[in-house]
């Protein structure tokens, strides 16, 4: 399964983290990109 979080604030964040923990394919987006590209 694939998901996409729009928005990596305090809930999109742990939410995107929370579905990737159990195996999901998870794609976050975000207009910070300097947030976006610490995370990678």
């Known amino acids: 399964m694939k ?3 729009v928005g990596t604030r305090y809930m999109g964040l742990v939410s995107g983290v929370c579905f990737a923990d159990v195996g ?3 794609t976050c987006d975000d207009i910070d990109r300097k947030k976006m590209d610490n995370l990678k």
Do not use: K, L, P, Y
Request: net charge negative; charged share 15%.
């Open 24 to 26: 999901i394919e998870v």
């Open 3 to 5: 998901i996409a979080v």
